[in-house]
């Protein structure tokens, strides 16, 4: 299995501000991904990270309001701009380590107010 | 289409007793994934077990076994001698054959284990 953090781990802001979250793998992975767990509900995918071009949006997710870089094999982040309180949420990154199966980081619980 | 359902919102197990999760599934592809990952309340999602669609043995891991019945699409989670710590959200969720890794989820149960 892979190793992931995540940072921060929680953070409180304010609306109409952005919040960038980044994603850090022991190894080298091909997929990784960003998910958004709203309170109360199962996940639900933003996006797929690829490396060294664009994110690949599921519907509903913008690169506007969600711009994810991927630099290099290890490493992503996530922002979540111009932020209003419906943005509240756990964000987890996960990656494809062994037979088809994701491991997740930690999760960055946000609130916004 | 493709579905995970998870019909037990809640459920509350006694110390050391053992605990059956329901998962059911709904996919038309012969080639599929299934997993549990729990979720405690600090929000990390952490990957308990995997079933392939064509294993053939069901899948275990320590107290953790996976009750595969192919033919009524479904995938319990069965916990063994159940701690406190295992109080927790769990979610079943799968991956359809030419799905490029985007998992399906349930909703979830919560498990609440009594001392």
């Known amino acids: 299995s892979a190793v992931i953090s995540q940072k921060p781990s929680r953070d409180i802001c304010q609306r109409g501000t952005s919040l960038t979250i980044q994603c850090q793998v022991d190894?080298?992975?091909?997929?990784m991904f960003w998910y958004r767990q709203q309170p109360g509900q199962s996940l639900t995918l933003i996006a797929t990270?690829?490396?060294?071009?664009?994110?690949?949006?599921e519907s509903g997710f913008v690169i506007d309001k969600f711009p994810i870089s991927r630099p290099n094999l290890t490493f992503s982040t996530l922002t979540v701009s111009n932020m209003s309180p419906e943005d509240s949420s756990i964000y987890l990154c996960?990656?494809?380590?062994?037979?088809?199966?994701?491991?997740f980081g930690p999760g960055t619980r946000l609130l916004v107010l | 289409a493709q579905k995970i359902t998870q019909t037990q919102p809640g459920m509350f197990v006694q110390e050391k007793e053992a605990v059956t999760l329901d998962c059911t599934y709904d996919?038309?592809?012969?080639?599929?994934?299934l997993f549990w990952y729990k979720q405690p309340s600090s929000g990390e999602m952490i990957f308990l077990i995997y079933?392939?669609?064509?294993d053939q043995q069901n899948a275990t891991e320590g107290r953790y076994s996976l009750n595969f019945q192919k033919a009524r699409k479904s995938a319990n989670l069965v916990i063994s001698a159940s701690q406190l710590g295992d109080s927790a959200m769990y979610f079943c969720?799968?991956?359809?054959?030419?799905?490029?890794?985007?998992?399906?989820w349930g909703a979830g149960t919560k498990l609440i284990i009594k001392p």
């Open positions: 079933q392939g669609s064509y």
């Open positions: 996960s990656v494809v380590a062994v037979r088809e199966t994701q491991y």
């Open positions: 996919t038309s592809d012969p080639s599929y994934g």
């Open positions: 190894s080298q992975v091909t997929m």
């Open positions: 990270a690829n490396q060294g071009s664009e994110a690949t949006y």
């Open positions: 969720a799968m991956i359809p054959g030419d799905s490029n890794y985007q998992l399906i």
